[in-house]
């Protein structure tokens, strides 16, 4: 059994049914909206044998803490807790007539941002991936701690580590993001980042290979930077893989970058568990990562053209059937 272990909040997300801004009055869609609980639903989603996806956090005794529950433990491992007196983060997602999209939070000083690396200790024994984001250090300053202390604590007990940035310009600035990024990277076995992402915040101007070269010479494990429909270039150091992405029509954006991960991460267990893969011959790795990386581009494909994070991500048949009408 893989155990794959992630933490962090997930927030009651109010999914606009129609176009335009913010309104109370509008209808919406509601559904769990949190890149580490996505990922964990998206993988275990895959349907991949002899997988659990755990994710850990602590929610409100309110009506949305009581839904996250309700909808993430039909399909993952759940340690959260509800909290007396404490509320849970909720976000609306607006959609505009030129296609883009936007969020509105009401997360300050959630019970998830109360989140301690007590809290996690206890579930990294015995896990096999720890997977982390930009997301929660920028929370609070108990946030980032459990963050630095659960890289350090993989890092000792040999816990293969994944990180997606997840920049969120809301949350924090560029200089200051970019401190605790590059900390993190080299805590990291795989490194994931939008090339948008990069350039918001190192305003390099480099192409997404050399991003990823950059990154690379951190971390030495595996590197991949996304391109929006473009797709995703990978590079572990030895190989440079690039794939084109999939033309789709875009429904909802929202949890693609979650579901590529999910499809990077069960693509490479198809194959091999995650910490054999970072010791072995590159040219061996390089056949499993052109895999990942096709099935990563795939599930990110299929989630923006549905409505929703957790309720869009798709099952490894999906994506079989996907490749076999478009290639």
């Not at 009581?66 to 993952?76: G, M, P, S, T």
């Amino acid at each position: 059994m893989t155990k794959f272990l992630t933490f962090g909040e997930t927030m009651g997300q109010y999914n606009a049914e129609f176009v335009g801004v913010y309104g109370a009055e509008g209808s919406y869609l509601l559904d769990c909206a949190g890149a580490e609980s996505n990922v964990a639903v998206g993988l275990q989603t895959l349907g991949l044998p002899d997988v659990e996806a755990v994710w850990i956090s602590r929610l409100g005794d309110d009506e949305a803490g009581q839904f996250v529950l309700d909808e993430l433990q039909q399909r993952i491992t759940v340690r959260a807790r509800k909290h007396r007196g404490e509320k849970t983060g909720t976000s609306y997602l607006n959609h505009h007539e030129d296609g883009e999209h936007f969020k509105t939070y009401f997360r300050k000083e959630s019970a998830a941002s109360r989140l301690t690396f007590a809290d996690v200790e206890p579930h990294l024994r015995g896990a096999d991936i720890l997977h982390v984001t930009g997301i929660t250090p920028a929370l609070s300053n108990s946030c980032h701690n459990a963050i630095i202390d659960s890289l350090a604590f993989a890092r000792a007990n040999s816990i293969p580590v994944s990180f997606d940035l997840n920049y969120r310009e809301q949350l924090w600035a560029p200089p200051e993001a970019a401190r605790v990024f590059e900390r993190m990277v080299r805590s990291t076995d795989i490194f994931k980042l939008g090339h948008d992402e990069a350039e918001a915040i190192w305003r390099k101007g480099w192409t997404a290979e050399e991003y990823a070269r950059n990154f690379q010479d951190m971390n030495a494990g595996l590197v991949v930077v996304t391109r929006g429909m473009e797709g995703a270039v990978a590079f572990d150091g030895m190989n440079l893989l690039r794939h084109e992405g999939f033309r789709i029509q875009v429904v909802d954006p929202v949890g693609a970058g979650d579901a590529f991960v999910a499809g990077l991460l069960g693509g490479i267990l198809e194959l091999t568990p995650l910490k054999r893969l970072l010791s072995m011959d590159a040219r061996e790795r390089a056949s499993i990562l052109a895999h990942a990386l096709k099935v990563a581009n795939v599930c990110g494909a299929l989630t923006c053209t549905r409505r929703g994070d957790t309720a869009a991500m798709p099952s490894m048949k999906e994506v079989q059937a996907f490749l076999n009408a478009n290639e």
